[in-house]
């Protein structure tokens, strides 16, 4: 069954670092989206991106964060400067179509730790 | 407003019993309402969703009960299995211009089924 893959499982690195995210999202689907979260929390919205844009960015999603989709297969998250507070379990998901009841396929997700 | 306010936070039930969470939003463009199941170290997992057009869905032993007017849903599970011990989520959405669905998860109810 095809799932949406994400590298690496666990990530820790120092606060100020940059880090990167990366994410094989199903084949042919057309709707990519992060999402963060934090220990014992829910699952936040970060960004959606389509069509080689971001949909749209909720207000965690800074000018510390940016998305790419640098070939036709990864899709990628890169955090600038790593803040204590960015601490998180990190899902990418895809999904094949927009509108309604199309479902949102959830990678097993990267916990990063900036320490 | 865009927020989906879920309860209760943890619920512990007896194999066979029926477990019930909630699940209540303000913003009325929501058209999307998926319940998530997470096991720990995995992604969310989509299990059922429903459109606020219909009161009531039911797939196996997970069935989703829908109150437009009170603005609240919920997830029934019946006969509820040691197998079913999970994080559960709900969400709403609503679509954005390119037919994406941002999902707003509500904070989680930590599933405990005794044997």
């Known amino acids: 069954e095809p799932e949406v893959t994400q590298t690496p499982s666990h990530q820790v690195t120092q606060m100020g670092q940059e880090v990167i995210l990366r994410c094989v999202p199903i084949?042919?689907?057309?709707?990519f989206y992060w999402y963060r979260q934090i220990l014992g929390q829910k699952v936040e919205f970060l960004v959606s991106f389509y069509n080689n844009e971001i949909s749209e960015k909720s207000e965690i999603f800074d000018d510390q964060f940016s998305v790419e989709r640098p070939d036709g297969s990864n899709f990628t998250l890169k955090i600038r400067s790593t803040k204590l507070e960015d601490s998180a379990m990190y899902f990418c998901?895809?999904?094949?179509?927009?509108?309604?009841?199309?479902?949102?396929?959830f990678g097993q997700g990267t916990r990063l730790t900036v320490v | 407003q865009q927020q989906v306010k879920q309860s209760p936070q943890s619920l512990i039930v007896q194999k066979g019993g029926i477990s019930i969470i909630n699940c209540a939003y303000e913003n009325t463009a929501f058209d999307y309402f998926p319940w998530y199941q997470q096991f720990p170290g995995k992604g969310p997992a989509l299990l059922i969703a429903i459109r606020p057009d219909v009161s009531e869905k039911k797939e196996g032993r997970f069935t989703i009960s829908f109150n437009k007017s009170a603005k609240q849903f919920s997830l029934h599970i019946m006969d509820s299995q040691p197998g079913d011990s999970a994080t559960y989520f709900c969400a709403a959405s609503s679509p954005q211009g390119d037919s994406s669905y941002k999902l707003i998860f509500g904070s989680g109810t930590r599933l405990l089924v005794r044997p």
């Open positions: 998901a895809s999904s094949p179509l927009g509108g309604w009841g199309t479902e949102a396929f």
């Open positions: 084949s042919n689907h057309l709707y």
